[in-house]
Structure formats: structure tokens, C-alpha cells
């Protein structure tokens, strides 16, 4: 069976994206996970971080679903959501401002050129200060939920650092089962800049950049460092992207997410 397709990239993350409006994927694919598993893998398929599903919506324009490479759902990508809106908004379905419905909640999106911005749902489950053992090494550690959990760990050396390697060890840890979290690796640039390195779960590796853990790197960093807003966030890709808050008391209000992305090319994979 052919199944067309859009492939999209935001800050050097890159996705399939799929039009199942309508259901009209119903007589091709019966098993999305298996399909995000099957046009995920690079070098065998079209090759992506992840696989959009964008289908109707009773209370946006559309809705979007996440698959992760290893064909597990999840509620909340960034970096997604930017693609979809530039996609949506290219195929002329909506007009330059964009309501996304996610698993994580409605997401606000707005296009200016190839700029896309979009307002996330506020952060939550805020911890600070947390020490775990990671083998023999005592990690200090943050975490916060952005869509999906993250931990946030600074480092001195972004660019030599075992990512991979530590990332897996996060992601895994008991404190965190069973769902796993992402694990973001950050560096103080100065006071509004940010470098950081992301190792997703369900890609289970490292991405050139993750839109949840940029906000969530950069909401630590404000809590932790003072960070002062917009924070630029240099994510492995060396894209920027900005981040934008508005604090009240302990609770954060009004957080946005901006930066590029594009439509890279279309075409059908034959899923077999």
C-alpha cells in the first residue's frame, strides 16, 4: 500500500507527516505505531525522528498525534507542532494563527514567513535540586514536565559530553519508571543564552534538537541561574530557537516557543 506523505523539519528535528483526516488512512494503515516503526527507520525508509498524524478536530483545527520512532504515542512535541502548523497552514487548511489539539492540551500556533511560533501549555511537576545515583556517579538533577517529562542536568564541557550514554542511563533510571523521561544536557552561555544537548526516549538517542526540552532547559535555567528572558537556546543542530514566559509567583503563564522550520519534500512510502 502507498501512504503519502510530507516530510518537515523544525530546528533539525525531521518528521513524516501524514494526513489522516477523514480516516482516510483506515484502509492502509491499521496500526499507526507500526507504521511510525516502518517510515521511521533511516536508510531503510523515508527516515525520521517522528511520525505526525494530523486528523480532525471538534476543538482546533486539527488534531496531532506524536509516534516515536520505535512506534510508542506520545502526548506532546514542539518542535511537531511547529511542523504541523507550516504544513497546515501551506496547505492552505487554516490561516497564519493555528490551534493544534495534542494529547498535552491545546497548543497555539503563528506563522510569520518560515517562523513559527507556538504557545505551550504551562510547565508543571517543577523539582529542583535532586541528587540520584547514576552507578557510581551522585547526579544533581531538575526536572519538569513541558508535554513530557524532563530531567535537566547542567554540565561545564556541552560539547565532549557522553550524551548518549548518560541520556540512556537517565531515561531508564527506576526513579522515573515506567513511562521513562527525556533527558536534557545544558550550558550557561551567558545571561540569555543556553546550549544544550537532548537525548529523547522513543527515538533512544540523540536528537539535533527536541522543542519540549529547549523549554524546559530554559525554564531550569531561569529557576536555577536566573536566566533572563527571551532565553536563546543553541540547540546541537546550532539553530536557535527563543523561549518566552511570563512568571507569576512559583507558576509560569504565557510560554512560547519560536523558531524555524520548512517543508522539506513529499512523497509515498510503499508500506508493506
Not at 18 to 36: I, M, P, Q, T, Y
Not at 184 to 197: C, M
Not at 212 to 227: C, E, K, P, W, Y
Amino acid at each position: 500500500m502507498k501512504v503519502n506523505f510530507t516530510k518537515a523539519v523544525a530546528s533539525g528535528n525531521d518528521f513524516i507527516i501524514v494526513d489522516n483526516r477523514e480516516k482516510r488512512l483506515r484502509d492502509r494503515v491499521s496500526d499507526l505505531g507500526d507504521f511510525a516503526r516502518f517510515s521511521s527507520r533511516r536508510k531503510y525508509s523515508a527516515g525520521a525522528d517522528g511520525l505526525l498524524v494530523l486528523e480532525d478536530s471538534k476543538k482546533a483545527d486539527f488534531k496531532m498525534r506524536i509516534f516515536n520512532p520505535d512506534g510508542s504515542e506520545v502526548t506532546m512535541c514542539a518542535n511537531g507542532a511547529r511542523a504541523s502548523a507550516l504544513y497546515a497552514y501551506q496547505k492552505k487548511w487554516c490561516g497564519s494563527s493555528i490551534k493544534i489539539e495534542t494529547g498535552s492540551g491545546i497548543i497555539e500556533a503563528e506563522i510569520k514567513d518560515k517562523v513559527v511560533r507556538i504557545k505551550m501549555t504551562p510547565p508543571r511537576d517543577i523539582k529542583l535540586e535532586q541528587n540520584i545515583g547514576i552507578g557510581k556517579t551522585i547526579m544533581n538533577i531538575h526536572t519538569v514536565n513541558t508535554g513530557v517529562p524532563h530531567v535537566i542536568h547542567f554540565v561545564e564541557n556541552i560539547e565532549n559530553y557522553p550524551v548518549k550514554e548518560m541520556g540512556k542511563k537517565i531515561r531508564y533510571h527506576r526513579l522515573f519508571e515506567p513511562e521513562g523521561t527525556n533527558a536534557d544536557f545544558v550550558k550557561p552561555i551567558d545571561k540569555s543564552t543556553i546550549s544544550l544537548r537532548t537525548y529523547e526516549r522513543g527515538v533512544e538517542d540523540e536528537t539535533h534538537s527536541c522543542g519540549t526540552g529547549v523549554v524546559a532547559s530554559a525554564i531550569i535555567s531561569h529557576l536555577v541561574n536566573g536566566a533572563q528572558q527571551p532565553i536563546n537556546a543553541i540547540t546541537r543542530s546550532k539553530d536557535v530557537l527563543k523561549v518566552y514566559f511570563r512568571k507569576e509567583l512559583n507558576r509560569f503563564h504565557d510560554v512560547y516557543l519560536e523558531g524555524g522550520a520548512h517543508i522539506v519534500f513529499e512523497g509515498g512510502i510503499n508500506y508493506v
